[in-house]
């Protein structure tokens, strides 16, 4: 398992959006529809397990620490990365969403622990997250659809 802290060079995005942090956190369990149409499973509640596909490419998640409208953690449990000399790389790797309101708006922080410039998939793994993060999480926030990739 790889081990990071928030003070490392992981993978960090922080977007302000139009909802509460109650809802900021509710729409972010709804990976269907802002990061994976291929989606298998719970991202809701403490203990939950999703599966997120892209083609031969799989994620699975394990949720390790949920606040609702605070924080939530996905465990990376298993992952396949076919293009990767690593093909395991995010194994063991975390997801942080942290979610604070300021004013009418929500903050939310993303960090991929284990997302470092040092992994092989940083560079690529970066601009998938920079798209998703930045562009269909936050369309999803404030207009309700995000916007997946083509062939998902």
């Not at 993303?110 to 936050?138: A, D, K």
């Not at 309700?144 to 062939?151: E, I, M, P």
Request: charged letters at 20%; glycine letters at 8%; aromatic letters at 12%.
């Amino acid at each position: 398992m790889r081990t990071a802290t928030l003070t490392d060079q992981s993978y960090h995005s922080s977007i302000v959006v139009n909802e509460n942090a109650m809802e900021a956190y509710s729409k972010i369990s709804r990976v269907n529809e802002w990061w994976a149409a291929n989606c298998e499973g719970s991202a809701k509640n403490l203990g939950d397990a999703f599966k997120v596909t892209f083609g031969e490419t799989f994620v699975t998640f394990k949720i390790t620490e949920a606040t609702p409208g605070k924080k939530v953690t996905w465990l990376v449990t298993d992952s396949w990365l076919p293009w990767q000399k690593d093909k395991t790389e995010w194994t063991g790797t975390e997801v942080v969403f942290e979610i604070s309101e300021e004013g009418d708006s929500t903050k939310i922080g993303m960090t991929h622990l284990g997302l470092t410039p040092e992994v092989e998939c940083f560079e690529n793994c970066q601009t998938g997250w920079n798209h998703y993060i930045n562009r269909s999480l936050v369309k999803f926030m404030n207009e309700g659809q995000g916007v997946l990739q083509k062939g998902q």
